[in-house]
C-alpha cells in the first residue's frame, strides 16, 4: 500500500499571527514538503492545479519536474489535474515530459476542480463539466497509446494527422486516478477504463465514500476488468497529531475555526465526529485510518492532507515527522497483514512496463514535410 501526502497549495493567513507566506515563499515550501516526504519514508507527493487566489499551484509539472530531479523514490502525482478545463494535448504533452524526467516516477488524478469561475476562464461552460471529463479524457487516452491521431469532438478544434511528443516512456502512459468527491459519473469513466478511483474523503461521512466505492468496484467488474476487490482505490485523509490528544486539539482549533474551506461552519468536534478528519495523537491517527478499510475495503493509496489553513511550515515538517516516524510503518504492516493475495498493489510505472510485457522506444520518425521522405528524428 502506498502512503503519501496531498496538498491543494492554499495561501492562507496563519490565524495565531495574522501573516500569510508570500506566493514565493509557497511554492518553495511545497518543495521542502516534498523533500521531506522522501525522507521520511513516505511514497507519493501530490500536488492540486488551481488557477485562482489562494492557491499557487496553477502549473504543477513545473514543480513536480524539480522535485523529480532532487527525489529518487518519490512517486509524484497530482491531486486534480483539470480535464475539463486543461487542453488534453497539454497534459500529454506535460506528463509525458515529466515521465521521462523522473524515469516513471509519475502518476496523476483527474478532476472538474472546486472553483466554478475557471471554466469561463478557459472559454468553457460549467454545465458541460461531466461531457467535457468523458471527452478530454478520451482524447488523452488516443494521444498516449497511438502515434498518430485523427480526432474530432464536440468541445475542442479536430485534430488531424497529431502525434504528441515526446511519446510516453517506454511506450506505457502514466497510470491514471480519477479523483471525485460526489459525481458517480466519475466513478464510472474509472470503472470502464480499469484506471483507479480515487475518493478525497475528507469532507463527507464514511457512509457516503462506502457508496462511492462500492458503486466505482462493482462497474469496475461489470466491464470485466477483475472482481470488484481487486478495484484500484485511494482514499484522501486530514490529520493533525501532537502526543498528546489535547495538546492536537489545542493547537489546530484556531486554524480549524479559520480555514477557507470549513471555517464558521461546524465545529471541530462535530467536524471530526462527522467526517474522517482526525486531531489527536498517532495511536487515534492509525485507529481511524485503519478504521477506512472496514467501509472501502482493501485499497491501494492513502495520502494524508497536512499543509493547509495557515499551518507553518515547521509545523507541517513535525507533521511529517511523526507520520513517517511513528503513523506509517504501523499502518503499512498492519494493512499488509490484512490484504488478501489476490487484491493487488498500487500500480507503478515498473508494474505497468512488466504488465505490457516489456517497455520500447516509443520515439516517433517524422515525414519531411518538402519531399515526404521518413525522416528519423531519435532512437534509443
Known sequence: MQFGIFTVGDVTPDPTTGRAPTEAERVKSLITIALKAEEVGLDVFAQGQHHNP????????TTLGYIAAKTEKLVLS??????TTTDPVKIAEDFATLQHVADGRVDLMMGRGNTGPVYPWFGR???????????????????WREDVVNWEGQFRTPLQGFTSTPRPLDGVPPF??????????????????????FHNHIFWPPEHTERMVEFYRRRFEHYGHGSADQAIVGLGGQVFMRKNSQDAVREF????????VYGGG?????????TPLTVGSPEQVIERTLGFRDYVGDYQRQLFLIDHAGLPLKTVLEQLDILG????????REFAALKPAHVPDAPTHASLVAAAGGGHDSTVQAADDVTGRTVEVAQA
Open 54 to 61: 489562494p492557491f499557487v499551484v496553477s502549473s504543477p509539472t
Open 78 to 83: 497530482t491531486s486534480t489535474t483539470l480535464i
Open 125 to 143: 461552460d460549467i454545465r458541460d463539466g461531466i461531457p467535457l471529463a468523458v471527452e478530454n479524457y478520451q482524447l488523452l487516452r488516443r494521444l
Open 176 to 197: 491514471v486516478w480519477h479523483g471525485s468527491i460526489r459525481s458517480p459519473q466519475i466513478a464510472e469513466q474509472a470503472a470502464y477504463y480499469g484506471d483507479g478511483f
Open 253 to 260: 482549533r484556531p486554524y480549524f475555526d479559520k480555514a477557507p
Open 266 to 274: 461546524p465545529s471541530l468536534e462535530e467536524f471530526t465526529s462527522q
Open 325 to 332: 516516524e511513528e503513523v506509517v510503518p504501523v499502518l503499512r
